[in-house]
DNA sequence: GCCTTTTCTGTAATCGATTACATCATTCAT
DNA sequence: ATGAATGATGTAATCGATTACAGAAAAGGC
């Protein structure tokens, strides 16, 4: 509340006209009239300046710096019969691991005319409920990176022509072919066999993320593809089901430990580097050291996978760009541009780290 | 893509008129004529429904059903003169522990009439461009969970009337009487000392976060305070400087092994989980174990710090319950509440966590 | 010099909902 | 029976910007 103001020079003339008591805020009439011009011609100056003559132009701009008048969005949004902002749906807000990627998409979108307004799926009554923000003119356009979207509500999207404003991002919609934004996850899950196979490991585990989870499903079909191209020994329980939580990572340490001596795998491969970190502190636990006694490879290369002990060698996903490619292609097709590209998937790369959480056999 | 219609039952009759090819959208208008009434009565119906006689507004809700009616947004808004969104500013969203506190605050706006809007202060080109969120009519208030608000930006907000519409969480502006909702940071900082104290620690250290940041000052002095109330031996270079980050913990441990054994001390209490953690790795790099040659105590209690290696003793924020309560005080305001309570700061409890990452001296 | 373009600007309708005010019908008191 | 009070609904102005259409001025062609 102290507002010491040094010296004399009073800065910031802009907004100095609204600033006193009431001083109504300017409207696009109030500039027009400082400018002795009409209000279309204001509004020109805004959308298409090269539509005026220079010293129109000028004068409306010096109006506009002299009231200090800013668009009102809710005007403009009627008119222009759009709502000047895109929802993000994250599943679950509370995972860092979307956060990264939020940070990429909210980089970009603040460079743009849209707002960016986040809703997590677990606080949604209904996810028909999402058609309402379209219908109720609230947003333009849509970024999921919750991959477990109904096809039921994808249709009702679609029967209100809305799909086209759709994007997801990092998770994708099995069966719809949404346009999507993703990491390579083959490749990953592929790097990461690859390498256990190559510092000696035969006997590969994988612990899986949840079972309807289409990452899940992408990640488990590499590793058994890799699993028969290297010619690796298969055992059932060596898909332990997880959920990409830390929790589910210890859970999975138990059942390894379980396994007699004979039967345990000497490596694992975890859908996600929380999997990983809490399957290193199940088997730091009970005594199992990694990577003396286990090798263990996550996938994602959080923050963290570098801090860790041991540090985890992972597959790095560059969420960044994740991000900022989706908003990328949103504000694309929102401005206008083609409406199904060719190119529907795109693929972002990714690779491997290798840090002390494996060792050769 | 697929729509396999199961049997003949359409369902979704509410939004079937929408479904078609061109077929607009109903407005108000379409409603009132449905219903045999005017705009008027439709609009009342829908806020201030007891100002109908039964009839009539059954009649509306009725037409509401069948055009599948959807108040357009940005009318009502241009009409009513708000925004219905709140800014909820986020020093870092690739930071977990704001993506917690947004969940919480997410959840309590999902059930209200605002959407939230996000922004990280990283990608914003001034902070001046805050207000224009204000006087651009894109949102109704703000929730800063960045303390680095320069008083001039306040000031600024101030002289335009909108800083009633401010809140702060977890972090806030030293020196401005923006109502708060914080955590009992110096209780905090105290319980973990005291921890420390009672293991039988007297030569304690502090990895502090950036210097400028509000959090950082007030953990310091409770370090100092309880430092002078437990008669500890106090040295100047056991209060290290630090970021909040896993790489400034790291750097920690390498000025701590630059003691000698004499000088090093024998517990840390770090100003984050992050830096705990950072420092727990550099130390064991080093060939240092925790807790066995050093205790390590963190603040946050982060979902990693239950399965770190060791598990690290913390403090536990209750990032949810900081978001719902911030969201919950700002609705109030905006819905009319009271514009300054008394309670400008909230705190809300924090407690010690003990895991094995302390041990008595 | 006259007609056609082109360039620039203004007039006024429009986006879709809200609400102050007016109107009409009841109800009630006296 | 008359006037006041109450309740229910309609009329029309309004929020603030955008833009189709039209008109005026300037430029260009012959």
Redesign the pocket.
Known sequence: MHCIAGGTGTEEPKTAMAQGTGQ?????????RAA?????????A???P????????EAVFEAIRLTG????Q???N????RAGAVLVLVPNLGNPFFSQILSGLSEVFAASEYSVLIQDTNHLARQDGLLDFFLD?RIDGMISLDGSLSVGTLDLMARNAVSDRILCACEWVAGVDLPSVRSDNHKGATLAMRHLYDLGHRRIAHVTGPVQNVLTQVRRDAVLAARAELDLPARPEWIVRGDFSLASGRAAAERLLAMSANDRPSAVFCASDETALGLIAGLHAAGVQVPDDMSVVGFDDIDLAEYAIPALTTIRQDRQTLGRRAAERLLNRLDGGPLRAADTVDLVDVSLVVRDSTRAI
Do not use: H
Not at 69 to 72: E, G, I, M, P
């Open positions: 109504r805020t300017a409207r696009i009439q109030d500039v027009a002795g011009v009409s209000t279309a011609t204001v509004s020109r805004l959308s298409k090269d539509l005026l003559s220079e010293t129109t132009r008048y800013r668009v009102n809710s005007a403009r009627l008119r222009r019969q003119q």
